[in-house]
């Protein structure tokens, strides 16, 4: 059974980069067929999809936020990293990775990582 499991800073200062990473067990992330979603969700709102890297390593990004957002991978380590730059106190929210075989399906979720934007 696959595992998914974020790791972040917690807390970030307002125009820094933040990066992310999703430990992967139970399976390789170059497993044919499955995107591998980053998601986000703002307290007291709906959750976003931001990204995904696909199992070729082929990134898509949300327009809204492409310009400041990369996806990338290291196959040797089984792990998935996200790095939003010039962050604001708008990019508060939890961030989680997810498995699925879409931009819109999500079949496995790590727990989320906690992320604060703030002076």
């Known amino acids: 059974q696959v595992q998914l499991q974020e790791s972040g800073p917690g807390l970030v200062k307002p125009s820094q980069t933040l990066s992310l990473t999703c430990t992967v067990s139970?399976?390789?992330?170059?497993?044919?067929?499955?995107?591998w979603n980053w998601i986000r969700q703002p307290p007291g709102k709906g959750l976003e999809w931001m990204g995904a890297?696909?199992?070729?390593?082929?990134?898509l990004y949300i327009p809204s936020l492409r310009s400041r957002t990369s996806a990338s991978r290291d196959t040797s380590k089984n792990q998935l990293t996200l790095q939003l730059s010039s962050v604001t106190p708008e990019d508060t929210a939890v961030y989680f990775c997810?498995?699925?075989?879409?931009?819109?399906?999500?079949?496995?979720w790590g727990q989320g990582a906690h992320v604060t934007v703030s002076s």
């Open positions: 890297i696909t199992y070729s390593g082929s990134t």
């Open positions: 139970g399976g390789a992330i170059t497993t044919n067929g499955y995107y």
């Open positions: 997810a498995r699925g075989y879409g931009l819109s399906d999500y079949r496995e």
